[in-house]
């Protein structure tokens, strides 16, 4: 966790060797120090996603962004799953300026 350009508090949220739904919930809720109650799910993390009170607090006043690396070999193995992930990243966007979410390309390294 840093801070980029822009002044956002950035986060990365690796996806190297998920394989399942299960485990990308695990994954965002580490990377985004959600709290215990996240229900790792798409509606539970589409509000967390959305909600300022459980981002990081470095990101508290500052905005938040989460760059999803290693991403590319969960949406080839779940296409449809990826799919659903990637409208739940871009809803949360729409409704919340002050996300961004960037998906890198390249690998997790």
Do not use: C, I
């Not at 996300?99 to 890198?104: K, P």
Request: hydrophobic residues 45%.
């Amino acid at each position: 966790m840093s801070e980029d350009l822009t002044g956002r508090f950035v986060v990365a949220l690796d996806l190297d060797g998920v394989t399942d739904k299960a485990g990308l919930m695990d994954r965002a809720a580490r990377a985004l120090s959600l709290p215990d109650w996240f229900g790792r799910n798409w509606d539970a993390l589409a509000d967390s996603l959305a909600d300022v009170t459980v981002w990081p607090e470095q990101a508290g006043g500052r905005g938040l962004l989460v760059v999803v690396r290693g991403w590319e070999g969960y949406a080839r193995q779940r296409p449809q799953e990826w799919e659903t992930a990637r409208e739940v990243f871009a809803q949360a966007v729409r409704v919340m300026p002050s996300l961004t979410v960037a998906l890198a390309l390249g690998g997790s390294s």
